[in-house]
């Protein structure tokens, strides 16, 4: 027997899509032109999901996903609507929630959120009175023998996918950082990240940079 690797990927698509678009009109649908806005959003996801389906995709990352997408084709009720009832601590949602208007968010970010390496903080707010967002670097697992390095590099990307949601406030807002341990002779992170912040200001054109906090 052959086996038709490229017929077995489009099999676990359509498994995918399938499944995806029987929760959605199952939970969500009620006309036929949301049905068909689940069915193209459905292929979407399998489409994009397409790679990382043989090794399994966890429920939450799928169901955060699958949320964007929605927001993408402005149905924005139902986006937060699968968020809260997919993911059941409430600070994910929230700043699940707050990420969904933000026009490019990187899949890594997500994944950050996800698992609580960022998080935005409505009750605790900034000098200027604005929300506070959290990087804890912390909840990311590095590998022993290259931490350090990966540490910072984790925190620029982090920074740099993150900073759109400064935006709208044109730099002005704080975030927190946990997780700066670092040797004598390295710069601290929070000194790294109010860098990271700086050119992203003169990139992004802000009036601020974010103030940037040491959280232990």
Known sequence: MVWDVQSACDEREQALSAHLLRELETRYATSSEQRAVFRDVARSVAVYCAD??????????????????????GATDTAEQVLTDHLEQRSIKMT??????????????????VRGAVRRRTDWLSADHMPLWVLDLERIHMAACDMELA???????????????????????????????APAQSPAIPSFCSDVLRHESRVRRWRAVPRVLRLR
């Open 151 to 181: 540490r910072f590099m984790t925190a620029r990307i982090l920074l740099r996918a993150l900073a759109p949601v400064w935006d709208a406030t044109t730099g002005h807002g704080a975030l927190a950082v946990r997780g700066h341990d």
């Open 96 to 113: 699940l929630k707050a990420l969904l208007s933000v026009s490019d968010v990187s899949p890594m970010l997500w994944r950050a959120v």
């Open 52 to 73: 990382d389906l043989r090794r399994g995709i966890p429920s939450t990352d799928l169901h955060v996903l699958l949320s964007r997408a929605l927001w993408g084709v």
